[in-house]
Antibody, heavy 122, light 111 residues
Framework: EVQLLESGGGLVQPGGSLRLSCAAS????????MTWVRQAPGKGLEWVSA????????YYADSVKGRFTISRDNSKNTLYLQMNSLRAEDTAVYYCAKVPGRGTKGGWFDPWGQGTLVTVSS | QSALTQPASVSGSPGQSITISCTGT?????????VSWYQQHPGKAPKLMIY???NRPSGVSNRFSGSKSGNTASLTISGLQAEDEADYYCSSYTRSSSLYVFGTGTKVTVL
C-alpha cells in the first residue's frame, strides 16, 4: 500500500524558515515525480511545487518561487520542501502527493498524504 | 496564473445527477487532456476521482464521470448518494509559468 506521511509543520514567525518532510513507502520512490499542494484555512487547493523522479527537474508556483526549494533523497524515500522568508499568506496545510502519470508534466496527484499545518504568525 | 472557475455550490437530491463545471483557458483546460478531479471531505486529504479528463482510477465508483468541451471540463455524479457530499476540485496542467492550476472548488450538497 502506498503511504505518504508529512512532518515538520508548526508555528513560525514571519520571515522565518521551516523544512517539511514527506516519507514515502509502498512504491519505488525514485521512479515517480512528487508534488506539494497547500490549502489555506477555509480556502481551496493551490499547487506549490513539483520535482522529477531523479530530482533533476523542479518547478514552482509564482507565489513561492525564489523562497521555497523542493528536493528529494531517493536513498531515504523522502521528499522535502524548504520554506524560507515565510509570510502570513503561506499559512496552510501542506500536502505531498505522488504524481503517477507521465512525469512532472501532465500528471495527476494520487495518493495524497494527510497534510501538515504550517502557521506563520508573530 | 488564475484559478480555474468552478461554481461555488451544487446540490441535488439522492438518486439525481449533478454536473460540476471547470472553466479555464486555451493554456490549460482547452490546450491539453490533462484534467483531473478530486473529492475532499471535511478535515480529510483530497482523493483522486478522475484523471486525463475522463479516466476513473480503480476503486472509484462508476457513478463518477468526466468530460471536456473546449475550455470547460465537467464532472458528473449520477445516482447521487449522501456520501458524495464533499468539496470537489478540478486541476489542469498548464503551459503558464506554474505547472498546474486548481479550480476554485465546488461544495456538493445532498438534499
Amino acid at each position: 500500500e502506498v503511504q505518504l506521511l508529512e512532518s515538520g509543520g508548526g508555528l513560525v514567525q514571519p520571515g522565518g524558515s521551516l523544512r517539511l518532510s514527506c516519507a514515502a513507502s509502498g512504491f519505488t520512490f525514485s521512479t515517480y515525480a512528487m508534488t506539494w499542494v497547500r490549502q489555506a484555512p477555509g480556502k481551496g487547493l493551490e499547487w506549490v511545487s513539483a520535482i522529477s523522479g531523479s530530482g533533476g527537474n523542479t518547478y514552482y508556483a509564482d507565489s513561492v518561487k525564489g523562497r521555497f526549494t523542493i528536493s528529494r533523497d531517493n536513498s531515504k524515500n523522502t521528499l522535502y520542501l524548504q520554506m524560507n522568508s515565510l509570510r502570513a499568506e503561506d499559512t496552510a496545510v501542506y500536502y505531498c502527493a505522488k504524481v503517477p502519470g507521465r512525469g512532472t508534466k501532465g500528471g495527476w496527484f494520487d495518493p495524497w498524504g494527510q497534510g501538515t499545518l504550517v502557521t506563520v504568525s508573530s | 496564473q488564475s484559478a480555474l472557475t468552478q461554481p461555488a455550490s451544487v446540490s441535488g437530491s439522492p438518486g439525481q445527477s449533478i454536473t460540476i463545471s471547470c472553466t479555464g483557458t486555451s493554456s490549460d483546460v482547452g490546450g491539453c487532456n490533462y484534467v483531473s478531479w478530486y473529492q475532499q471531505h471535511p478535515g480529510k486529504a483530497p482523493k483522486l476521482m478522475i484523471y486525463d479528463v475522463s479516466n476513473r482510477p480503480s476503486g472509484v465508483s462508476n457513478r463518477f464521470s468526466g468530460s471536456k468541451s473546449g475550455n470547460t471540463a465537467s464532472l458528473t455524479i449520477s445516482g447521487l448518494q449522501a456520501e458524495d457530499e464533499a468539496d470537489y476540485y478540478c486541476s489542469s496542467y498548464t503551459r503558464s509559468s506554474s505547472l498546474y492550476v486548481f479550480g476554485t472548488g465546488t461544495k456538493v450538497t445532498v438534499l
